[in-house]
């Protein structure tokens, strides 16, 4: 049996013991690409492996098929990348106003935690600290563009071994295609992810725009990371992942949008003050002024913009620019 196929097949044993409900054969097929034929031996082969598969009663009446076996327990591995993920998720409801709902995740961390292998539980440990250092959160909500995640684990994988990474490369404004080494240091997610690096030790850190690379390969070619780095402190620079230096802002909201503006998290170093009137005033540092101004609209005439005027004067520009260019179609 092929080295590739028996992985498959140990896949499938734990996405058959792990799935709640069973898997059926089309579910089997959708999952490992394969055909009918191909996931009955599969299935079989699990059956051979570890022991008699369970039909389990579904309302759809096709035959789900379930595995319990204690023998599947010591096979199953936890990555460093999975541990990261779920902290990555937990940091992400956080910040999303959610907190509540992580209790019982962390909870699940330290389980998984508690399972991982003793022998190779420093590098383990090691390894997800890396991938928590090379994953953060920027501040502006709202869509996102697609792009190929199967980028991630070589991304993960440089950094880890501080490698370069080599890319083609799509310049958002100019259209013109580039090939692109570089070192290396993290994913910011906002209203669009980014790799975040540097070409050398000489050049300041950049952002490259995941939707916009394409044959992502590592490299050959070392280079020492730079321990000072903090990714979340980078990204904490901006209201959102554009970069440019950080200022002093000063929002007031009115009554009617007080309530709202409280629960609302506009950037981790904020603070609310409230007034007698019933109006609160948000205050933060932080970059990236069209990206506030693109926020602020949102929030309508409810907000008026204290600090700084050039945030004010953007806004109005912004405004203008609009009601100039829907003039006559109303």
């Given at each position: 049996?092929?080295?590739?196929?028996?992985?498959?097949?140990?896949?499938?044993?734990?996405?058959?013991?792990?799935?709640?409900?069973?898997?059926?054969?089309?579910?089997?097929?959708?999952?490992?690409?394969?055909?009918?034929?191909?996931?009955?031996?599969?299935?079989?082969?699990?059956?051979?492996?570890?022991?008699?598969?369970?039909?389990?009663?579904?309302?759809?009446?096709?035959?789900?098929?379930?595995?319990?076996?204690?023998?599947?327990?010591?096979?199953?591995?936890?990555?460093?990348?999975?541990i990261a993920a779920l902290e990555f998720a937990i940091a992400h409801l956080v910040r999303s106003g959610?907190?509540?709902?992580?209790?019982?995740?962390?909870?699940?961390?330290?389980?998984?935690?508690?399972?991982?292998?003793?022998?190779?539980?420093?590098?383990?440990?090691?390894?997800?600290?890396?991938?928590?250092?090379?994953?953060?959160?920027?501040?502006?909500?709202?869509?996102?563009?697609?792009?190929?995640?199967?980028?991630?684990?070589?991304?993960?994988?440089?950094?880890?071994?501080?490698?370069?990474?080599?890319?083609?490369?799509?310049?958002?404004?100019?259209?013109?295609?580039?090939?692109?080494?570089?070192?290396?240091?993290?994913?910011?997610?906002?209203?669009?992810?980014?790799?975040?690096?540097?070409?050398?030790?000489?050049?300041?850190?950049?952002?490259?725009?995941?939707?916009?690379?394409?044959?992502?390969?590592?490299?050959?070619?070392?280079?020492?990371?730079?321990?000072?780095?903090?990714?979340?402190?980078?990204?904490?620079?901006?209201?959102?992942?554009?970069?440019?230096?950080?200022?002093?802002?000063?929002?007031?909201?009115?009554?009617?949008?007080?309530a709202d503006a409280k629960c609302f998290l506009f950037h981790p170093s904020q603070s609310i003050s409230?007034?007698?009137?019933?109006?609160?005033?948000?205050?933060?540092?932080?970059?990236?002024?069209?990206?506030?101004?693109?926020?602020?609209?949102?929030?309508?005439?409810?907000?008026?913009?204290?600090?700084?005027?050039?945030?004010?004067?953007?806004?109005?520009?912004?405004?203008?620019?609009?009601?100039?260019?829907?003039?006559?179609?109303?």
């Open positions: 049996m092929r080295y590739e196929r028996l992985t498959d097949i140990l896949r499938l044993a734990l996405h058959l013991q792990g799935a709640r409900g069973g898997m059926t054969m089309d579910e089997i097929q959708d999952e490992f690409g394969v055909s009918r034929r191909t996931a009955e031996r599969m299935r079989d082969a699990v059956e051979t492996a570890f022991c008699p598969l369970d039909e389990v009663d579904a309302a759809d009446k096709r035959i789900h098929w379930r595995l319990q076996s204690n023998g599947l327990r010591s096979l199953a591995q936890i990555s460093s990348e999975e959610a907190a509540e709902r992580t209790d019982s995740l962390r909870e699940l961390t330290v389980k998984l935690n508690a399972l991982k292998r003793p022998f190779s539980a420093q590098a383990f440990d090691d390894d997800v600290e890396a991938l928590m250092r090379s994953e953060g959160l920027a501040m502006r909500p709202g869509p996102r563009p697609g792009f190929d995640s199967a980028m991630l684990p070589l991304i993960w994988d440089a950094i880890k071994a501080s490698r370069k990474l080599a890319f083609e490369y799509v310049a958002r404004r100019s259209g013109q295609c580039s090939l692109q080494q570089v070192e290396p240091y993290g994913v910011l997610y906002g209203n669009r992810a980014y790799l975040v690096g540097r070409l050398d030790a000489s050049e300041d850190f950049r952002l490259w725009s995941l939707p916009n690379m394409s044959r992502v390969r590592l490299t050959d070619m070392t280079f020492e990371a730079d321990t000072d780095f903090d990714l979340q402190a980078f990204a904490e620079r901006s209201f959102g992942t554009y970069q440019e230096p950080p200022f002093d802002v000063v929002l007031r909201f009115d009554s009617k949008a007080a409230e007034h007698e009137d019933g109006c609160v005033t948000v205050r933060f540092t932080a970059g990236g002024l069209d990206e506030m101004c693109f926020h602020l609209v949102t929030w309508g005439r409810h907000v008026v913009v204290e600090q700084p005027s050039k945030l004010r004067e953007r806004l109005f520009e912004l405004g203008a620019a609009l009601k100039a260019q829907h003039r006559g179609i109303l």
